[in-house]
């Protein structure tokens, strides 16, 4: 079992970026597919990214070319790059972990970090 923690959140005003990372302890991460999810008042859950164990990439269509997300396996981490902020990135992001990448069902869920993107 690995439970997640994420980290990075804040206050950033439209067009700038945030980081967010992902750890565990007692586990390695790179053992596992890691997706970003969020969810925004009113609105559905929505899969941000995932990278799955062989290292492949997905990403909704509302960020393709805005954020990135990559391993850092000598820190046990996975990061979610967030450039060019938009207002409607406003959400609670969750860090994910489970065997493959999948839109839903995946099986171990970080807290969330809040992002707010506001001037």
């Known amino acids: 079992q690995v439970q997640p923690v994420e980290s990075g959140g804040g206050l950033v005003e439209p067009g700038g970026f945030l980081r967010l990372s992902c750890t565990t302890s007692?586990?390695?991460?790179?053992?596992?597919?890691i997706a970003w999810f969020r969810q925004a008042p009113g609105k559905e859950r929505e899969r941000v990214s995932c990278?799955?164990?062989?290292?492949?990439?997905y990403y909704a269509d509302s960020v393709k070319g805005r954020f990135t997300t990559s391993r850092d396996n000598a820190k046990n981490t996975v990061n979610l790059q967030m450039n060019s902020l938009k207002p409607e990135d406003t959400a609670v992001y969750y860090c994910?972990?489970?065997?493959?990448?999948?839109?839903?069902?995946?099986?171990?869920w970080g807290k969330g970090t809040l992002v707010t993107v506001s001037s």
């Open positions: 994910v972990a489970d065997i493959w990448c999948a839109r839903s069902g995946m099986k171990y």
């Open positions: 007692g586990s390695r991460l790179d053992d596992y597919a």
């Open positions: 990278i799955s164990a062989s290292d492949d990439t």
